[in-house]
């Protein structure tokens, strides 16, 4: 076996910073092509920020993947695993995410979006959903789309979100979060050391087995207990997982069907908003 060190404690250090124990670990509830493995009203109330987290394996025949569909007081971080995903969003954007790409809509106070694989295309990835502190949940719409070249890495891990080692994301942020893409050679060791102050940690492996804190987990998500510690692991098999660590969201989640607010007045103000874009549409 072969170790990766990336922005970790030293293995002397080890009694000095014990690994982290894992609280829960569920494989989620499958539906069709998409296993939903976290919702705002189960594990979301948890590890907020992260509120929703999707695990889909999508074929052409599943284009598109919900339709045009509404979102408030988040937002959603798509990572494209293999394929090609096309994409649109009522910001006016629109196109196609090769392998490795990245979507970032925030949708602020409303916006209504919709993805699917792209033509003769499967598509596999994650979709996240993050909630928004207050001064951006009823903020305006915006959305970027990054292609791979404009991920960075330190070692194995692609940093999505936030910044990890010399790495940083393109996406800027107003909370304290770092959501990282890893992949792990078979007999690999890695370790994370989250930031001070992210005490929510979780990890989802998408492909192999990956061992961590004593459990071996395979297509599920695993919750880490509260702390700052050590987050270790051990690939079986080449493995390609996401993890997510943050400072804790400090409000409660009011949930709409498609949004998700810290209290019932802005959840009203998203929802007026989404209808106010949706009566805007052309007609179909």
């Not at 284009?63 to 798509?78: D, K, W």
């Not at 078979?186 to 961590?212: A, K």
Request: charged letters at 20%; one cysteine or more.
């Amino acid at each position: 076996m072969h170790e990766v060190f990336s922005d970790t404690v030293a293995p002397a250090d080890e009694a000095q910073h014990p690994a982290r124990q894992i609280l829960c670990r569920t494989l989620g509830r499958r539906q069709g092509s998409v296993t939903r493995l976290v919702s705002p009203s189960d594990i979301g109330k948890l590890i907020k920020p992260f509120v929703f987290l999707d695990d889909f394996d999508l074929v052409p025949a599943d284009r598109p993947l919900f339709g045009l569909h509404p979102h408030s007081g988040i937002a959603t971080l798509t990572v494209i695993l293999s394929g090609r995903m096309d994409y649109q969003d009522t910001t006016g954007m629109s196109g196609t995410l090769a392998t490795g790409g990245v979507e970032w809509m925030n949708a602020g106070g409303g916006v209504w979006h919709a993805g699917g694989p792209a033509d003769g295309d499967s598509v596999r990835g994650f979709q996240l959903w993050v909630a928004l502190p207050p001064e951006d949940e009823n903020g305006p719409a915006h959305s970027q789309y990054l292609p791979p070249e404009q991920v960075q890495a330190h070692g194995p891990a692609r940093v999505i979100l936030g910044r990890h080692g010399n790495a940083s994301s393109a996406i800027a942020t107003r909370a304290s979060i770092n959501y990282l893409h890893v992949r792990l050679k078979d007999g690999e060791h890695w370790r994370y050391q989250p930031p001070t102050g992210h005490t929510v940690g979780w990890v989802s492996p998408s492909t192999g087995q990956l061992h961590t804190a004593g459990h071996v987990l395979q297509n599920e998500i695993a919750v880490f207990e509260e702390s700052n510690g050590v987050l270790a692991f051990v690939a079986e098999g080449d493995t390609e997982f996401v993890l997510g660590s943050a400072v804790k969201h400090p409000h409660d989640l009011v949930l709409g069907y498609y949004s998700v607010h810290t209290n019932r007045e802005a959840l009203d103000r998203g929802e007026a908003q989404i209808q106010r874009i949706r009566e805007l549409q052309p007609k179909r």
